[in-house]
Antibody, heavy 122, light 112 residues
């Protein structure tokens, strides 16, 4: 069974840092690009960042560029999101999403985790 | 950047009746590979989104055939032929023709 499970969400003060993880199983992780999508409380979905299957190329939304870093460890089947200089507006549930097409950086997402909640507040 | 606009914001439907959601993009979603990367998701209360339709009209395996997608260029539609109670939630369209990936604002579907 294909599964992605996020972890690492927490309450953090503005300006703080947090690292999210997404553990993948049930598919060949190393041939899929991966993506983080977030959802602020009561709001819609927002693309955050994507990474190619090898990890060699990364992409970011303007709202997080320079503050967030996406990475992956294919030997551990794990995706990461390092979040620095956190702001109140980064408060959201962060989802890890697997695309439905291998190798393709931009594709529909056929598997989503349950999400992990990041709360930025003093 | 491409902007996705969904209408209506909300929909209240009698079970067994049809429903339709519109999604418009600010630019054509036709990719250079001649495919159009527009997908539809349903987020049920308390759950992550789940894909229903990809590449405009392809239904994911296991998705009931009462769901259908259509459209081209910048105008797209999700139709539910006969709404059932389990269809409640928020529907999102998403363009993945180019980065940044963009979602529509969502359409909340409720049962009368």
């Amino acid at each position: 069974e294909v599964q992605v499970v996020e972890s690492g969400g927490d309450l953090v003060q503005p300006g703080g840092s947090l690292r999210l993880s997404c553990a993948a199983s049930g598919f060949t992780f190393s041939i899929y690009a991966m993506t983080w999508v977030r959802q602020a409380p009561g709001k819609g979905l927002e693309w955050v960042s994507s990474i190619t299957n090898s990890g060699g190329v990364t992409f970011y939304a303007d709202s997080v560029k320079g503050r967030f870093t996406i990475s992956r460890d294919n030997s551990k089947n794990t995706l990461y999101l390092q979040m620095n200089s956190l702001r109140v507006e980064d408060t959201a549930v962060y989802y890890c999403a697997k695309p439905g097409i291998p190798m393709r950086i931009v594709a529909h997402f056929d598997n989503w985790g349950q999400g992990t909640l990041v709360t930025v507040s003093s | 950047d491409i902007v996705m606009t969904q209408t209506p914001l909300s929909l209240s439907v009698t079970p067994g009746q049809p429903a339709s959601i519109s999604c418009k993009s600010s630019q054509s979603l036709l990719h250079s590979d001649r495919k159009t990367y527009l997908s539809w998701y349903l987020q049920k209360p308390g759950q992550p989104p789940q894909v229903l339709i990809y590449e405009v009209s392809n239904r994911l395996s296991g998705v009931p055939d009462r769901f259908s997608g259509s459209g081209s260029g910048t105008d797209f539609t999700l139709k539910i032929s006969r709404v059932e109670a389990e269809d409640v939630g928020v529907y999102y369209c998403m363009q993945n023709t180019q980065l940044p990936i963009a979602f529509g604002g969502g359409t909340k579907v409720e049962i009368k």
